[in-house]
C-alpha cells in the first residue's frame, strides 16, 4: 500500500489515523496541535513538520478539517496542495462542507491530473475511535475502490453516494435530520419530566414505541439515562453543539440554493444558533435539551 498522508487530527481525525496506524498502514501526519501529533507519533506514525512535508512520497492523501474554508486553504491557491503532489495521486477529504465546495475542489484536483473523493464520515467520536464510521463518498467508483482497505480500516459502512459532492448531500441531509430528531427528542422528554414522568421510564417507553429514534435509543439527550452518552458526563466528548449548527446552515444554503423546502431544518438550525450563542457550542449537541429544560 502507497504512503499515506493524514492532515488534521483533532476529535475524529486523531482516532482516525490511529486506525490506519494499528492497521499497519504506513501514515505521515500533520496537524497544528503538537499535542495530537506527538500522540499518533508515539504509536508509529511519522510526524510531519507540515502539510507539504505530511505528503512527500505519498500516494493517498486523507484530510480531516473544520471547513470548507480549510479545505480550500490546503488544497488549492498558489500554496495549495494540489500544485505539488505528483499526478495520479488519490485525495480522500473527510471533512464535512457544503457540496458545492466539494465539486469546486474536486474540479480543481481534476486540473492538474489528481483523483478526489469526497467521504465525510457518521459515528462520532466514538464511532472513530472503534473503527466502525460510516463512509458516504462522493466520486469516480474506481476511486474508491482503491480507496475501500482504508476506508474500512476506519469504518464499518461504505456507501457510494455517486459523483464528486454527491457525498457532502448525503451527509448534510443526514445530520439536518439527526439535528430534528435531537431537539424533538429532548423537548419530549423535557415535556414528560416537567409532568412527574422518569426521564429513564420515559425513553425506555419511546424506545419500544413509534417515537423511537436513534437519540432516544442510543444518545440520549437526558444524564443519567445512559451511562455512555455524552449527556452523563456534563455533555463531553462528543459533537460539539456548534458544529452541529454549522451543518444545519449547510443543509439550509443547500436547500436555498436547490429551493427545496426545509422548515424543520431552520427551526432545528434556529434552536441551535440560540443555544451556542448562550455559550453552548463547545457541548455536544445532545445538550440542545438545556434549552428546554432552563426555568
Known amino acids: 500500500m ?15 489515523a490511529l486506525n490506519l496506524v494499528n492497521k499497519g498502514f504506513k501514515v505521515s501526519a500533520f496537524d497544528l496541535s503538537a499535542e495530537a501529533l506527538a500522540k499518533l507519533a508515539a504509536a508509529g506514525a511519522r510526524p ?17 478539517l473544520p471547513a470548507g474554508k480549510h479545505v480550500d486553504a490546503l488544497y488549492c491557491g498558489e500554496h495549495g496542495l494540489f500544485g505539488k503532489l505528483p499526478a495520479g495521486t488519490l485525495v480522500i477529504d473527510c471533512s464535512t462542507i457544503a457540496a458545492s465546495d466539494a465539486r469546486r475542489v474536486a474540479n480543481a484536483a481534476k486540473a492538474v491530473g489528481l483523483r478526489m473523493l469526497d467521504a465525510p464520515v457518521s459515528g462520532g467520536t466514538a464511532g472513530a475511535a472503534a473503527g466502525t464510521l460510516t463512509f458516504i463518498v462522493g466520486g469516480e467508483e474506481a476511486d474508491l475502490e482503491q480507496a475501500r482497505p482504508l476506508l474500512e480500516a476506519m469504518g464499518k459502512n461504505i456507501f ?36 412527574g414522568l422518569d426521564p429513564k421510564v420515559l425513553s425506555d417507553i419511546m424506545s419500544k414505541s413509534s ?24 455533555y ?26 426545509t422548515p424543520m431544518g431552520s427551526l432545528a438550525r434556529n434552536l441551535y444558533e440560540t443555544h451556542v450563542a448562550d455559550g453552548k457550542g463547545k457541548l455536544d449537541f445532545s445538550s440542545i ?5 432552563a426555568e
Open 211 to 234: 417515537g423511537r429514534n436513534w437519540a432516544v435509543e442510543l444518545y440520549n439527550p437526558w444524564p443519567g439515562v445512559m451511562e455512555n452518552a455524552p449527556a452523563s458526563r456534563a
Open 289 to 293: 435539551l438545556q434549552y428546554f429544560t
Open 48 to 64: 510531519a513538520a507540515s502539510a507539504l512535508d505530511a505528503v512527500h512520497g505519498a500516494g493517498v492523501v486523507i484530510s480531516m
Open 2 to 16: 502507497d504512503n499515506i498522508a493524514f492532515i488534521g487530527l483533532g476529535n475524529m481525525g486523531g482516532p482516525m
Open 236 to 261: 463531553s466528548g462528543g459533537f460539539m453543539s456548534e458544529l452541529m449548527l454549522k451543518d444545519l446552515g449547510l443543509a439550509e444554503a443547500t436547500a436555498l440554493d436547490s429551493h427545496a423546502a
Open 160 to 195: 457510494h453516494a455517486g459523483g464528486n459532492g454527491a457525498g457532502q448531500t448525503a451527509k448534510i441531509c443526514n445530520n439536518m435530520m439527526l439535528g430534528i430528531l435531537m431537539a424533538g427528542t429532548a423537548e419530549a422528554l423535557a415535556l414528560g419530566v416537567k409532568n
